[in-house]
């Protein structure tokens, strides 16, 4: 029987494409240390990188690097894997019964490539149409940010923000669009920088070929 190492199937995979599932892998024992923890362990390891690539940390320029990465990695970039930073959403009756299509265009967002960790730049598009709950606009882009800022692949990401508002909503009524540019394509490997990526996910009277024309016309206007 062959063995097949761990490094042998990551280069056999290369650079392909993977998403193993819509909810982020995350270990059982992901919180059991605090993020004050995590900074500590992180310094560490990133100060090693940084000594091992050559690097003189003796440098005043980067003597305080590991530091400002490891605080950057928990407090920052990655913070959305932490389910207590996940964001408090408030929804009311829709009392004043708008029974038509909602659309917040352009919210941008930064996130991580989790096969590379290069950045993942790009904008969301969401809209709902209403079946007894409304939102706070500024909540929508909260629920992007929260789940961008992990590492990602864009299809995880616009399932995660699609499941989140049809739960909070109450709704299927519910259409996202994700359009970004990914770092891992455009700085490094095909060295690309003029591609981007769309994905698209979509439910209830979104299924209907029209709602989703009126929904690509303004996000068009934006």
Do not use: W
């Amino acid at each position: 029987m062959n063995t097949v190492t761990i490094k042998e199937r990551i280069e056999n995979i290369g650079d392909n494409h993977l998403m193993t599932t819509a909810e982020t892998p995350l270990r059982q024992d992901a919180f059991d240390i605090t993020d004050e923890a995590k900074m500590e362990i992180i310094e560490t390891h990133f100060e090693v990188i940084m000594k091992t690539l050559g690097l003189d940390l003796t440098d005043d320029s980067l003597s305080g690097t590991p530091h400002r990465v490891a605080k950057m990695f928990v407090k920052e970039i990655f913070s959305g894997l932490n389910p207590s930073n996940k964001p408090k959403i408030s929804v009311f009756d829709n009392s004043y019964h708008y029974d038509k299509m909602l659309v917040e265009a352009n919210i941008s967002f930064n996130s991580t490539c989790e096969h590379h960790f290069l950045p993942i730049v790009g904008k969301a598009h969401i809209g709902y149409v209403s079946s007894g709950k409304v939102i706070g606009l500024s909540k929508l882009n909260r629920i992007v940010d929260y789940f961008a800022k992990r590492p990602q692949v864009q299809e995880r990401m616009i399932m995660q923000i699609f499941n989140e508002l049809k739960a909070v909503l109450q709704t299927e009524n519910v259409i996202v669009v994700i359009e970004a540019k990914h770092l891992c394509v455009s700085s490094r490997g095909i060295k690309d920088e003029s591609s981007f990526t769309t994905t698209l996910q979509y439910g209830g009277v979104f299924e209907q070929q029209e709602y989703r024309d009126d929904f690509y016309q303004l996000i068009k206007k934006e």
